[in-house]
């Protein structure tokens, strides 16, 4: 499809001449003489571009665009005019033209101006395609009451400035709210800074948050931009700040109540303008009571809190969640979606959920994985999240010590041993594999073996 180009002058022979080159470049072509006629024209045959006479009798092309821009926001207006001036340039570009061109019309400049304009317009939609989607992988799945709750309190703060503390459980989705809230908010296409507030050695904080010049610490010769910085004019989301010393808190409540800091090692102050969102697993006013919490830090960041409900609370969202990991699974690895039955739904429903929505989607991929049928039926599901298959057995000391054949004791060793560091881990193929020294391919290997031999 060829881009429509909408003409609007009160003179016919400019509009009968740029007709005549703009098809001749290849371009779709309507006009119209005023801009009432225009506003109609856009109505009901939406141009992609509209090249706009600012100088017509009834209402002139300033107060054409204004009201192209209030309608259509992503129709991309091109100003020419006999008379530029500053002044008329500015007004222009406030009510949202793209560019303005000066009579006598050159068909070069119009045409370089008609394509930036159109590339603009195409970079706009796929930035708004980017960021729906964004939006969608990072929605808050499930439909009840609470969850129905936790999107009204979203919708209502993302399009503030106001800071967020969002507290809940490890697993629960904190840090999914606090990428909601950004990707809702005014501040969408600026950056979104995740500080790992327990991950941050205690001698590096200053220069991870606040940047660094060159040659202040021998390990770094270049000057280093810090978090704050780094953030800009977006979100700076301060992961599990419970976890945070004392010493370091003291550091960042000064820089948010000043918004301003400097460089390690240099003297340049500079101004910040971040949104900032923190989340804990802690209580901390029962941290502050017990002084490892600051209490002038914790009103600052507690503005809008928001509640994060554990799994088990929201047992009625499994089944969408569970579809959603599925469906994402399934993308992942090109694959076939697999299916679960309800009797499966019914026993995840009635499980505590320790681990919360990680733990869920950590064993959906694991189901994904091992289970060979389209279906995941509930003799697929296996304890401790399935109480059928959670059959007393004896302990594993026992085993090992009545086992008379060395090989086969250390096999049953090791099978007890991955057994129960997968369930330390949530299920969690990656990080176990990383924690007891396998590559995840040998891992899942040896669970399927594992799971085949149970049977």
């Given at each position: 499809?060829?881009?429509?180009?909408?003409?609007?002058?009160?003179e016919?022979?400019?509009?009968?001449?740029l007709?005549?080159?703009?098809?001749?470049?290849g371009?779709?072509?309507?006009?119209?003489s005023?801009?009432?006629?225009?506003?109609?024209?856009?109505?009901?045959?939406?141009?992609?571009?509209?090249?706009?006479?600012?100088?017509?009798?009834?209402?002139?092309?300033?107060?054409?665009?204004?009201?192209?821009?209030?309608?259509?926001?992503?129709?991309?207006?091109?100003?020419?005019?006999?008379?530029?001036?500053?002044?008329?340039?500015?007004?222009?570009?406030?009510?949202?033209?793209?560019?303005?061109?000066?009579?006598?019309?050159?068909?070069?400049?119009?045409?370089?101006?008609?394509?930036?304009?159109?590339?603009?317009?195409?970079?706009?939609?796929?930035?708004?395609?980017?960021?729906?989607?964004?939006?969608?992988?990072?929605?808050?799945?499930?439909?009840?009451?609470?969850?129905?709750?936790?999107?009204?309190?979203?919708?209502?703060?993302?399009?503030?400035?106001?800071?967020?503390?969002?507290?809940?459980?490890?697993?629960?989705?904190?840090?999914?709210?606090a990428r909601?809230?950004?990707?809702?908010?005014?501040r969408?296409?600026?950056?979104?800074?995740d500080?790992?507030?327990?991950?941050?050695?205690?001698?590096?904080?200053?220069?991870?948050?606040?940047?660094?010049?060159?040659?202040?610490?021998?390990?770094?010769?270049?000057?280093?931009?810090?978090?704050?910085?780094?953030?800009?004019?977006?979100?700076?989301?301060?992961?599990?700040?419970?976890?945070?010393?004392?010493?370091?808190?003291?550091?960042?409540?000064?820089?948010?109540?000043e918004?301003?800091?400097?460089?390690?090692?240099?003297?340049r102050?500079?101004?910040?303008?971040?949104?900032?969102?923190?989340?804990?697993?802690?209580?901390?006013?029962?941290?502050?009571?017990?002084?490892?919490?600051?209490q002038?830090?914790?009103?600052?960041?507690?503005?809008?809190?928001?509640?994060?409900?554990?799994?088990?609370e929201?047992?009625?969202?499994?089944?969408?969640?569970?579809?959603?990991?599925?469906?994402?699974?399934?993308?992942?690895?090109?694959?076939?979606?697999?299916?679960?039955?309800?009797?499966?739904?019914?026993?995840?429903?009635?499980?505590?959920?320790?681990?919360?929505?990680?733990?869920?989607?950590?064993?959906?991929?694991?189901?994904?994985?091992?289970?060979?049928?389209?279906?995941?039926?509930?003799?697929?599901?296996?304890?401790?999240?399935?109480?059928?298959?959670?059959?007393?057995?004896?302990?594993i000391?026992?085993?090992?010590?009545?086992?008379?054949?060395?090989?086969?004791?250390?096999?049953?060793?090791?099978?007890?041993?991955?057994?129960?560091?997968?369930?330390?881990?949530g299920?969690?193929?990656?990080?176990?594999?990383?924690?007891?020294?396998?590559?995840?391919?040998?891992?899942?290997?040896?669970?399927?073996?594992?799971?085949?031999?149970?049977?």
């Amino acid at each position: 499809m060829f881009p429509t180009i909408l003409i609007v002058d009160d003179e016919a022979s400019i509009r009968q001449s740029l007709s005549g080159l703009l098809a001749d470049e290849g371009f779709d072509v309507i006009t119209a003489s005023n801009g009432y006629e225009a506003l109609k024209r856009i109505e009901t045959e939406s141009p992609d571009l509209v090249l706009l006479d600012i100088w017509m009798p009834g209402i002139d092309g300033i107060e054409t665009l204004k009201e192209i821009k209030k309608d259509n926001p992503f129709i991309q207006v091109l100003i020419i005019t006999g008379h530029g001036t500053i002044e008329t340039a500015i007004k222009a570009v406030k009510f949202g033209a793209f560019d303005l061109i000066e009579k006598p019309l050159s068909i070069d400049k119009v045409i370089v101006a008609i394509n930036n304009a159109l590339n603009f317009r195409r970079l706009e939609e796929e930035n708004r395609y980017l960021r729906k989607k964004t939006i969608e992988k990072n929605s808050i799945n499930g439909n009840s009451p609470v969850i129905n709750d936790i999107k009204r309190q979203i919708a209502q703060v993302a399009q503030t400035d106001s800071w967020i503390l969002i507290c809940g459980e490890n697993g629960s989705g904190k840090e999914l709210v606090a990428r909601t809230i950004h990707q809702l908010s005014p501040r969408a296409d600026k950056p979104l800074i995740d500080v790992s507030c327990a991950a941050i050695p205690e001698e590096l904080i200053e220069s991870e948050l606040f940047g660094q010049e060159k040659g202040v610490l021998a390990a770094a010769g270049s000057k280093k931009r810090g978090k704050f910085e780094l953030a800009g004019d977006g979100t700076l989301f301060f992961d599990e700040i419970g976890d945070m010393s004392l010493k370091t808190q003291g550091k960042i409540l000064r820089v948010l109540q000043e918004q301003q800091f400097q460089r390690v090692g240099g003297s340049r102050t500079i101004q910040i303008n971040v949104r900032v969102i923190a989340s804990t697993n802690k209580n901390l006013e029962m941290e502050i009571e017990e002084g490892r919490f600051r209490q002038e830090l914790y009103y600052r960041l507690n503005v809008v809190p928001i509640h994060v409900p554990p799994l088990r609370e929201r047992a009625d969202d499994i089944p969408a969640l569970a579809e959603t990991f599925l469906a994402d699974y399934a993308k992942r690895r090109r694959s076939a979606k697999k299916q679960i039955s309800q009797e499966a739904i019914a026993v995840l429903k009635s499980y505590t959920w320790p681990g919360n929505v990680r733990e869920l989607k950590n064993l959906i991929e694991r189901l994904s994985i091992m289970v060979d049928s389209d279906m995941i039926d509930i003799s697929h599901i296996p304890e401790p999240y399935n109480p059928v298959t959670a059959v007393p057995q004896p302990t594993i000391e026992s085993d090992l010590f009545a086992e008379n054949n060395l090989n086969t004791a250390m096999e049953s060793f090791r099978k007890e041993f991955i057994k129960r560091k997968m369930t330390v881990h949530g299920y969690d193929l990656n990080k176990t594999a990383e924690v007891i020294g396998m590559t995840p391919d040998e891992l899942t290997g040896a669970v399927k073996t594992m799971e085949a031999q149970a049977k």
